[in-house]
């Protein structure tokens, strides 16, 4: 018998070996294959499952399943009042509600207290969290999660006296820049020659910044040249480091740029040819009005306008179930953009001109306490054509006289509404509040009390007040007028418990600057009995089967 050489036997061997091994190579490879295949299905389908999905809907549980998404906290404010944490999520991840996480203080002993609020910034993929100060100030907060304890690495923290929060690119490509710091005058330009624009992910890297002129420089409102790279990449910085965006700040020259928080986008629609899609819009800014805003915005509804911005500052009320019985039930076309900087009415304001501009040929900018007037009982569209037809077509701005109300005998608050309850004001009328055609003001948006500066070549006109008035429902009940007193978002008009500007027209008279009420509160203010208003509402609105009003459930 031949012998089969020790070498072949050995490589037999090793091929018997080889072979089988490779069989379950095969095998994975298309199993692995086919894992692949139904993952993407499966991910398809998740995608095509969250269509149309709030997810901040679901509680923090549902998040943490498995494994934590890759949430991270990337800019910490602090406020004279409160924390500010900005916690960046992944795209189509369920989202923290604020029952589901704690704000967490980094002491010896790590203590922790539920946040004021929890909101959702959509367009930037993350979410504010409004968290107690506590004492002794600066001290580190981060984030825990209920109930798995799990917690956040600490972001940079930014103080709010001095730092760039907001930031858009115009469409003439110019960065407008919102920031807090330079203390600049209300009303007035500022030479731009003195300050720089600066663009990075790192603003305190000299070496890695862009830098452009400052076009005009006025209150806490900064037009920026934007650097052709920008332009190209709004959201991200060319550098080393991709993930990061970009941030922009402004310095006075010789002088180290201010803290930013601010990414600018092009989140402003293109000028389109043709009518404006609302004749008639309104912004305002609110703090915990929601039990007021159901009455305001049907009333004006009924009278003429047509599209709504509310920018809520810091609301703990629920403003956001009001804005959603409002739009869905009652269809009226008003959205919630969420504003968190605190004593910043002016800029919100001009944030929220921008916003109106392409869609809004008219915008009044007014409070929830301020109520248009028509003592013709014509609508404010026919009053707007009016105008526009019987006047130049420079006419920009419709100044509109203000009447202040008092408390007319009341101590509660109406449960008929503001406009039902209040009906004795001064004789006088102080001060007005304007309607504008956005693309008409001036490139600075220098605004204050609610007036605007307008473009060269525009004009305003005041309005006969037998044609429009406003009825300012400025000094209610004391419950309400005390809210007033403790919290004023405008920048360039004293706190009333400030001991300046004593004789400015925003103050209540006599009442100085402490929130200790009158004996004789409920009877200031009154000089003459004004029931115009009143009894057009009560025509337009009260139900001839109950006497309610629509908004009156809500008050009571």
């Known amino acids: 018998m031949a012998q089969i050489p020790v070498f072949n036997m050995k490589h037999r061997k090793k091929r018997t070996v080889l072979a089988a091994i490779q069989i379950p190579r095969r095998f994975l490879f298309w199993c692995t294959l086919l894992l692949v295949c139904f993952a993407g299905f499966t991910f398809s389908s998740v995608r095509l499952l969250f269509r149309g999905f709030h997810p901040w809907r679901l509680a923090a549980k549902t998040a943490i399943s498995g494994v934590l998404p890759e949430f991270s906290i990337i800019e910490t404010v602090e406020f004279p009042d409160e924390t500010l944490v900005f916690l960046k999520y992944p795209p189509l991840t369920p989202l923290f509600t604020k029952h589901g996480i704690d704000c967490l203080y980094l002491t010896p002993n790590n203590s922790s207290q539920s946040p004021h609020s929890v909101e959702n910034d959509e367009f930037f993929s993350q979410q504010i969290i409004r968290c107690p100060l506590i004492k002794p100030r600066g001290m580190l907060t981060s984030l825990s999660v209920k109930p798995t304890g799990h917690t956040f690495p600490i972001g940079p923290t930014r103080r709010w006296h001095s730092l760039a929060y907001e930031a858009m690119i115009d469409h003439d490509n110019t960065t407008i820049v919102f920031v807090k710091g330079f203390n600049l005058r209300g009303g007035k330009q500022s030479d731009p020659s003195k300050f720089k624009c600066v663009y990075g992910w790192d603003i305190k890297k000299p070496k890695l910044l862009l830098q452009s002129d400052v076009i005009s420089i006025a209150q806490e409102i900064v037009r920026c040249e934007t650097p052709l790279s920008i332009l190209n990449s709004p959201q991200r910085f060319i550098s080393s480091n991709m993930n990061q965006p970009i941030k922009i700040s402004v310095r ?10 601010a990414s600018p986008k092009r989140r402003l629609q293109l000028n389109l040819p043709g009518e404006k899609q609302h004749q008639m ?9 929601a039990s007021f805003l159901q ?18 500052n810091n609301s703990l009320d629920d403003i956001e179930d009001v804005v959603k019985v409002l739009s869905v039930d009652q269809k009226i076309n008003v959205t919630r953009h969420v504003w968190p900087w605190i004593k910043t009415q002016e800029a919100g304001f001009a ?5 109106a501009r392409d869609v809004c040929e008219w915008v009044g900018f007014m409070d929830v306490d301020e109520f248009f007037h028509l003592p013709t009982r014509l609508s404010l569209l026919v009053i707007l054509r009016n105008q526009s037809q019987n006047s130049n077509s420079n006419v920009a701005e419709l100044r509109v006289s203000c009447h202040n109300f008092g408390p007319s005998s009341l101590k509660h608050v109406p449960t008929q509404g503001v406009t039902m309850g209040y009906n004795c004001r001064m004789i006088a009328p102080e001060r007005h509040k304007s309607i504008v055609k956005p693309e008409a003001l001036n490139s600075t948006l220098i605004n204050v009390v609610h007036h605007f500066h307008l473009k060269s070549g525009f004009k305003y006109a005041n309005m006969d007040r037998n044609v429009m008035v406003i009825n300012h429902y400025k000094y209610q009940v004391w419950d309400v007028f005390k809210e007033k007193f403790y919290r004023r978002v405008a920048t360039y008009v004293s706190d009333w418990q400030q001991d300046r500007n004593i004789e400015s027209k925003d103050r209540a008279p006599g009442l100085g600057t402490r929130a200790v009420e009158p004996l004789d509160w409920s009877s200031r203010f009154c000089e003459v009995i004004d029931t115009g208003l009143r009894d057009r509402v009560a025509e337009m609105f009260t139900d001839p089967n109950t006497g309610n009003l629509p908004w009156q459930k809500s008050l009571t």
């Open 252 to 261: 006075m020259v010789g002088k180290e740029p201010l803290e930013s928080i």
């Open 281 to 289: 819009c309104v912004c305002t800014m609110l703090r915990n009005q």
């Open 295 to 312: 009455e305001w915005i049907m009333y004006h509804s009924k009278i003429g306008v047509q599209r709504w911005f509310i920018y809520d």
């Open 351 to 355: 944030h929220c001109a921008l916003r």
